[in-house]
């Protein structure tokens, strides 16, 4: 499941993932939120939670999210992603020279720093 987190800017996408990530989260949740946030910011940040719980990702799932950052890459300012997976985190890191503004991996413990710096700057 993902669900959007509250109490961020505009052009702050913040989402938290738990249990199985679907397709069907893609496509009624994170999908629908990057389009209306590119309708009134040119640049985004995205803040994204990836707990422990996390069962699993579809494959559909997995395809959207590459999809999503790559169609709009040049508009990603920034992303964070917090998570202690460390094939997640490994992922993360192997695709990270395609966002321009850079991607930092944080552990879950260090929820506060990520935060703090997706907001850097804004």
């Known amino acids: 499941m993902i669900e959007i987190l509250k109490n961020f800017p505009s052009s702050v996408l913040a989402f938290d993932c738990t249990g199985e990530v679907t397709k069907s989260d893609y496509e009624t949740v994170l999908i629908p939120a990057v389009q209306k946030a590119l309708k009134s910011n040119d640049k985004l940040r995205l803040y994204y939670r990836i707990g422990t719980d996390v069962s699993g990702f579809q494959a559909g799932a997995v395809w959207d999210d590459f999809k999503v950052g790559v169609e709009h890459l040049s508009r990603w300012m920034r992303a964070a992603v917090v998570t202690d997976s460390d094939s997640i985190r490994f992922g993360v890191t192997a695709f ?16 506060v720093k990520a935060r703090a710096w997706i907001l850097e700057d804004l």
């Open 96 to 111: 990270s020279f395609m966002i321009p503004g850079g991607v930092k991996v944080f552990p879950l413990d260090a929820e």
